[in-house]
């Protein structure tokens, strides 16, 4: 296919002088129009000319305003991307929405791997189906993403190289690597064209640029990008224009039958004297195995979900007082920010993975899409829908990396909740955890029961199970919850050996 | 000194719990009021009292709201933070205005590595000096910092020690670094006393916190927190109550005799022949230096600045056609974000410092702070005036680091100017590039040639010297540049050994 895509096509220098001051002028105003638009455009550029797909990029910021440019070249992991999932750097790449991302220099070098056997078919694999369910989420939150691969069929690599050995005006542009790639192309082009095919994507397909003329491939290129970002636009005012999509209401109130809410034994107690005991003896545990942890440099990711007054931040502080301070970060979710609006939902998480060795402790969490979201119409129904998935994908990501994840849902029964919010009014310094809209919540009773019955049916998954904690007594709660973390982390700590200083 | 603070205070358990309860409302307000305010909050929490520190931590997590809490505990440089300055990682744990950051974990090491012998007297100085200047860059900008040192003499840590060991519910908190600690105590107590006081800092003492009662010590660092936060928020409204105070104006529009700019020969020229051959002749010195740069691993941060239309954009352009699109990031200085605003002005800069082996090529910087702030009255004089010694600590850091600095005024006169506005005015893809606020600005140029004369003056240092570049010639401006960078490069990168592939 890739052979297939290169015509040789030429453009003649009058033409291309003749065609440059429009798009010049076009790229520029779809780049300033896209600015108040609600995406942000993605342009994928790979290929196997790397000198046509470096200078493209040159391009593009030559004919563009580079303010509105944010591009990343993926090179071999640094420290900080290889402590955490693979795609983590990626995510951090996302330009805001308005902004334009060039993303270069990644699936070269992933083939390059697999032809040095450094990684395996399924390694490549598995980094083609992230890679591809990445991509469907950022589509599906309506990113513009332009993929384009640059192809030299091999007698035109050579050729080139040849040319601009002789010439020395070009002749620095060519390094070794142009060599390999040249070299082994025959062998590199089934796994090119796997990877293109297993990365096709409605709405986001690989466009094979021929990189034989450059003036032929500058204004492809150029082209493409003016159509997509002016397509994009005019799509999106179409949907504004149309009449207003049903917002998600307040749901199905309750689904026949039971919950597995109504599996949790609310009344589960523990008394003063075996919480004081297993108290000290879990925080002990826990303190040497999270040193144990940052020594094997395993990492947790704990997830904090409950009622309203169920107790979670008393629970966190139980964990993190039996922590070194440098050893875990609480991560509180509240209502995302002005620059947080600007990305898609997961990337204010993806932002605090842990690196190796740490803990982070989210105090509510990307599940907020599929709860209070869902519940209030902040999300479309489509959206929370489609949550569920990318969740999963987003913890599996996590988990592939070696971390350990541990949810927890606090439940409490809404007398208890009810006596909770009385009392902190009643305490000081508890009053400014206590709003009207707290209050407001607890009307939606069975919208959430309904939500956290989908939640866990759902996200239950082996690699990251909900623990279903009650919780109308906290400590048996916090006891709970030390003990399920505890037991975890003895899971996927190596134990110290003997002799070994700490 | 620190043998001398401690005295051994105790606090009755009642006494304690009959404080607590106000001490804590008190701090949560201190921390909402906080939220509105101007300036941010920095809790340097340090000691040899480690368990003591660490609690501490984790009582302010405890008391306060960790919504708006940035805790950073510092421990050995990660590889992120080893390729760039040193203090990269102090600013980039910076707490954005009305937040509250807590630093931990940083002085002991240093002081630990200094017993250690892997630095040497120098190095703890020019440690010391650096914080030293950082903390009053902060405290300038209006940003409460508290430094908390915290201390137990000798005898008591050996006490707590061998205790500690004798009780399993307490054993658990003690591991081999406190020992260590204890036994170096009388070695490391002078190096102690002698970088709190090179670091002490008038508006930012440090506060020796006796470790010996829990109790006592909890006590005193929230009461001392709670009276800094209060304190700094009257000092804040009793400003603001104030009268204004002046704004700079549009100062001495121009001292008498010449200036730098008078030196500069706006009529240098090249001709067509000499800058084809030049260019392609430096472009490809610079390719090679450039990926020579990235394998010795030496980054280079250039700056320009210049007249508005005096060609930064199009000599940036020369640079970076002869680089791979991974080696370099331009980065344009506009007016800051919101999310910028909220920090000091130098920390978007220090944001964007490259790691090694990268190039970041700033159009426009830093200097804006002495040049449009100044001129248009955005910066007080103050504000400006004590700019130029941080622009040259800031920019003596980068230097220390091994990084290349170069910085570029590009001069062009006013008549040039005009009729380069007028031909922007007639390219379509250029209109964009040309505002009304260009032509306001031409009003004030007597004030901007001031501006530059000052700054040129002032942050021309041997380090880092500016090159007045003329160009009214556009072709004769880039060569300039193009050898600038070439030169400079040159005398930093070792040349590439014979017979290694490149």
Redesign the interface.
Known sequence: MLDEAVRGERVAKSTYEAAL??L??DL?NAQ?DLRSAGFATVVVVAGDDRQGA?DT??VL???M???YLD?T?F?EL???ESERPRFWRTWMALPAKGRTGIW??GVLRVINHRLDGNINDDDLDAFARHLQRMQAELVADGTLVLKLWFHLPRPEHEKRLKKAKKN??L???V??LDWVVAERLPAATPLIERFLRETELPGAPWYVIDGTSWRSRNLTTGQLLRDAIVGALADEQARDAAPAPEVSPPRPLRRSGRTVLDKIDLGATIDDDAYSRRL?LL??KL??LS?QARDARVSSVLVFEGNDASGKGGTI?RL??AM???DY??V?T?APT??ERRYHYLWRFWRRLP?DGQMAIF?RSWYGRVLVERVEGFATEGEWQRAYDEINDFELQIVEAGDFVAKFWLAISPEEQLARFTARRQT??KQ?KITDEDYRNRERWDHYVTAVDDMVLQTSTDYAPWTLVPANDKRYARITVLETVVAGLQALVPPKKKGK??
């Open positions: 001051p429009e010049r002028v520029l300033y470096n990029v040159n910021h030559e004919w305003d580079s303010r591009t070249v090179r640094t420290q900080d270069a220099g020395p005006r002749g620095w542009r390094d070794e000290a925080q002990a303190y040497r040193i502080r993190t007082r070194e301070a440098g970060k609480v509180p509240a002005a620059e690196r105090d000081p310094y400014h200083a700490v």
